[in-house]
C-alpha cells in the first residue's frame, strides 16, 4: 500500500528565513502534487510534477521530484507571513494518497 | 470557468441518519473523487467516479456510497450516522489527462454528527 510521510509536521519560521518540506513516498509514481491549505478553506493546487528531476517555481516556493529517491520537496526562500498555511503532497499511483501536511506558520 | 461547488456547506445530523452530499465539477472535467478529511486521520480518499463508474475505492466501510451521474455531478451518502463521521468531506474533480490526473477542490461540506 502507497504511503506518503510529510516532514516536519509543524513548522514555525521566521519572515525572511528559508527552509524546506520533505515528502516521502513508498511506491514508484511519477506523478507527485502539492497543495495549500488555508484554515477553514479547502485545497488549492500549487505544483503538478510529473517526471524525474521535475522543478516548478512560484514566487517564494520552488517544488522538486526525484522519483528514483521516491521524494519531493519544497523550499520556501524569504517566508513571508502570507506563506502561513498547511502544505500537502499527494502521490498519484491511480488513487490519490495525500501526506499528512506540514502546518507553516510564519512569525515577524 | 467554475470551479467545483459542494452542497450543502454545512450539515448537522445526529446519529443513525443518513446524509447525501452533492458536488458538481468543473465543466468538463468527468473524474470526481471524495475524500474525509479530520484532525486526527487527515485527508483520507473515499472513492473516485469517471463517467459514471466507481473507479477506486478507499478503505471504508460500506455505509459510504456514491455515485455520478451522465452529466458527472456525484452524490456521496453516508448511512446510519456515527459521531466518527464528523468531518469535512472534499470532493476533487479533474480532467483525466494522457499523463497527469490535477485534482480541483470544492469548498468541502462540513458535517456535524451530535
Known amino acids: 500500500e502507497l504511503k506518503v510521510e510529510q516532514n516536519p509536521l509543524f513548522l514555525s519560521m521566521q519572515e525572511g528565513k528559508n527552509y524546506t518540506i520533505y515528502c516521502n513516498y513508498s511506491?514508484?509514481?511519477?506523478?507527485l502534487y502539492w497543495y495549500r491549505q488555508d484554515p477553514g478553506k479547502s485545497l488549492e493546487s500549487l505544483f503538478v510534477?510529473?517526471?524525474?528531476?521535475a522543478v516548478k517555481q512560484e514566487g517564494r516556493l520552488m517544488a522538486s521530484l526525484d522519483t528514483k529517491a521516491r521524494l519531493s520537496t519544497l523550499h520556501i526562500t524569504a517566508a513571508v507571513h502570507d506563506l502561513s498555511a498547511t502544505y500537502f503532497c499527494?502521490?498519484?499511483?491511480?488513487?490519490?494518497?495525500f501526506g499528512a501536511g506540514t502546518r507553516l506558520t510564519v512569525k515577524p | 470557468k467554475a470551479g467545483v461547488t459542494q452542497t450543502p456547506r454545512y450539515l448537522i445530523k445526529t446519529r443513525g441518519q443518513q446524509v447525501t452530499l452533492s458536488c458538481s465539477p468543473i465543466?468538463?472535467?468527468?473524474?470526481v473523487s471524495w475524500y474525509q478529511q479530520t484532525p486526527g486521520q487527515g485527508l483520507q480518499f473515499l472513492f473516485e467516479?469517471?463517467?459514471?463508474?466507481?473507479?477506486n475505492k478507499g478503505n471504508f466501510p460500506g455505509r459510504f456510497s456514491g455515485r455520478q451521474f451522465s452529466n458527472s455531478r456525484s452524490e456521496m451518502n453516508v448511512s446510519t450516522l456515527e459521531l466518527g463521521d464528523s468531518a469535512l468531506y472534499l470532493c476533487?474533480?479533474?480532467?483525466?489527462?494522457?499523463?497527469?490526473?490535477?485534482?480541483?477542490f470544492g469548498p468541502g461540506t462540513r458535517l456535524t454528527v451530535l
Open positions: 476533487a474533480s479533474s480532467f483525466i489527462g494522457i499523463s497527469y490526473n490535477e485534482q480541483f
Open positions: 511506491t514508484t509514481s511519477d506523478r
Open positions: 510534477l510529473l517526471s524525474n528531476g
Open positions: 499527494a502521490v498519484d499511483n491511480n488513487d490519490m494518497r
Open positions: 465543466s468538463g472535467h468527468r473524474s
Open positions: 467516479y469517471f463517467s459514471e463508474t466507481q473507479r
